[in-house]
């Protein structure tokens, strides 16, 4: 069992950075590959990034590659989400979720309550 709580969201210009932080709680997080999704109003949740267990391994989607660094620190079980250059279209919720699935499988069981991350023009 993962409880998740972000925490960083905010109102930013477009060009701005903000970073995300997502505090875990459970014995097992360190096992747990993690991943942001984001939910814009009247859009379908979409996946962000990832970061395996041992965060050798990251995968971004499309839109956000060289904008977004996904990062988790397994002793203060943090996962973070450094966002540069943001645009409008990034405007949405954002989640941090945890995947008990094979790196690669896209299928996470936990989620946490979602920050909001507003981009003005």
């Known amino acids: 069992q993962v409880q998740l709580v972000e925490s960083g969201g905010g109102l930013v210009q477009a060009g701005g950075s903000l970073r995300l932080s997502c505090a875990a709680s459970?014995?097992?997080?360190?096992?747990?590959?993690m991943g942001w999704f984001r939910q814009a109003p009247g859009k379908e949740r979409e996946f962000v990034a990832g970061?395996?267990?041992?965060?050798?391994?990251?995968d971004y989607e499309d839109s956000v590659k060289g904008r977004f660094t996904i990062s988790r620190d397994n002793a203060k079980k943090m996962v973070y989400l450094q966002m540069n250059s943001l645009k409008p279209e990034d405007t949405a919720a954002y989640y941090c979720a945890a995947s008990g699935s094979p790196w690669g499988v896209r299928k996470y069981d936990y989620w946490g309550q979602g920050t909001q991350v507003t981009v003005s023009s």
């Open positions: 970061i395996s267990w041992s965060g050798g391994s990251t």
């Open positions: 459970g014995r097992t997080f360190a096992s747990f590959a």
